[in-house]
C-alpha cells in the first residue's frame, strides 16, 4: 500500500515537474518577483500557484474518470498517445533546432495584491493544464500505473503540487541567473524534451504493435 501510494505521489512529482520546467508565465512571475522583493516574496507567488495545480490536477483526473471506464476506448487511446508522443517530439524539435535569442531580464510592474495571491491568479490563468493532466491521468490509467479512485488521485495531486512548487523554487533560488539566460536555457530544456517524448513515442508503438 505504501509503495503504490509512493509511486503515484512520483509519477505526480515527475509529471508536474516536466510540465513546469519550460520557461512560462508562471514561473517566469516567481523569478521576476524574487528579483524584484527578494526570495520569501518569490516563494509565496510559487506556493499560491502549486496550490492551484494541485486543484487543477485534482479536477483534471475526475472529470476522465467515466472516460477511462469504458474498455472499448482503451485501444484507441493508445493509438492517440502514440501520435500525440510523437508530434510532440517533433514540436520540440523544430523549437530546440532555432538559435536562441539572448534577451535582457525585463521585470514589469505586478498589481499590487499579496504575492501568494498574485501566484494563485497566474496559474489559474493556464488553462492548458487541463488537457496535459487529462491525456497523463488517462495515460496512467490505461496502463495500470494508477487508478482513478479519489485516494490515489489525491495523492497524485499532491505529487503534482511538490512537482510544480520544486521547480519554482528553482526559478525563485536563481533568479535573475534564469531571466538572463531564458532563451540558452530553454533550447537545452526543449532537447530534454525531444529525448522523453521520443521515448515515452518508441515505448507505445511497441505496446501498440507487440
Same mark, same amino acid.
Given at each position: 500500500?505504501?509503495?503504490?501510494?509512493?509511486?503515484?505521489?512520483?509519477?505526480?512529482?515527475?509529471?508536474?515537474?516536466?510540465?513546469?520546467?519550460?520557461?512560462?508565465?508562471?514561473?517566469?512571475?516567481?523569478?521576476?518577483?524574487?528579483?524584484?522583493?527578494?526570495?520569501?516574496?518569490?516563494?509565496?507567488?510559487?506556493?499560491?500557484?502549486?496550490?492551484?495545480?494541485?486543484?487543477?490536477?485534482?479536477?483534471?483526473?475526475?472529470?476522465?474518470?467515466?472516460?477511462?471506464?469504458?474498455?472499448?476506448?482503451?485501444?484507441?487511446?493508445?493509438?492517440?498517445?502514440?501520435?500525440?508522443?510523437?508530434?510532440?517530439?517533433?514540436?520540440?524539435?523544430?523549437?530546440?533546432?532555432?538559435?536562441?535569442?539572448?534577451?535582457?531580464?525585463?521585470?514589469?510592474?505586478?498589481?499590487?495584491?499579496?504575492?501568494?495571491?498574485?501566484?494563485?491568479?497566474?496559474?489559474?490563468?493556464?488553462?492548458?493544464? =487541463?488537457?496535459?493532466?487529462?491525456?497523463? &491521468? *488517462?495515460?496512467?490509467?490505461?496502463?495500470?500505473?494508477?487508478? +482513478? /479512485?479519489? #485516494?490515489? %488521485?489525491?495523492? =497524485?495531486?499532491?505529487?503534482?503540487?511538490? &512537482? *510544480?512548487?520544486?521547480?519554482?523554487?528553482?526559478?525563485?533560488? +536563481? /533568479?535573475? #541567473?534564469? %531571466?538572463?539566460?531564458?532563451?540558452?536555457?530553454?533550447?537545452?530544456?526543449?532537447?530534454?524534451?525531444?529525448?522523453?517524448?521520443?521515448? +515515452? /513515442?518508441?515505448?507505445?508503438?511497441?505496446?501498440?504493435?507487440?
Amino acid at each position: 500500500m505504501l509503495y503504490e501510494i509512493l509511486s503515484v505521489i512520483a509519477l505526480g512529482i515527475g509529471l508536474s515537474f516536466i510540465g513546469s520546467l519550460p520557461f512560462g508565465i508562471i514561473n517566469m512571475t516567481v523569478a521576476e518577483t524574487t528579483v524584484r522583493k527578494g526570495l520569501r516574496a518569490g516563494l509565496w507567488v510559487g506556493l499560491g500557484a502549486a496550490m492551484v495545480e494541485f486543484l487543477q490536477a485534482w479536477l483534471s483526473l475526475k472529470l476522465i474518470d467515466i472516460f477511462v471506464q469504458h474498455a472499448r476506448w482503451e485501444k484507441a487511446f493508445n493509438f492517440i498517445a502514440l501520435f500525440v508522443f510523437f508530434v510532440l517530439a517533433l514540436v520540440y524539435f523544430r523549437a530546440a533546432r532555432r538559435a536562441p535569442i539572448h534577451r535582457e531580464a525585463r521585470v514589469g510592474s505586478f498589481p499590487k495584491v499579496p504575492d501568494y495571491f498574485r501566484g494563485v491568479l497566474v496559474s489559474s490563468l493556464n488553462v492548458m493544464v =487541463f488537457p496535459y493532466w487529462i491525456f497523463y &491521468g *488517462a495515460y496512467l490509467s490505461t496502463n495500470g500505473w494508477m487508478n +482513478l /479512485g479519489n #485516494l490515489d %488521485i489525491t495523492f =497524485f495531486a499532491a505529487g503534482a503540487m511538490l &512537482g *510544480a512548487f520544486s521547480i519554482f523554487l528553482i526559478y525563485a533560488g +536563481l /533568479g535573475m #541567473l534564469l %531571466i538572463k539566460r531564458a532563451s540558452t536555457l530553454t533550447k537545452y530544456f526543449n532537447w530534454f524534451l525531444v529525448v522523453l517524448f521520443l521515448g +515515452l /513515442g518508441v515505448y507505445q508503438a511497441w505496446k501498440v504493435f507487440s
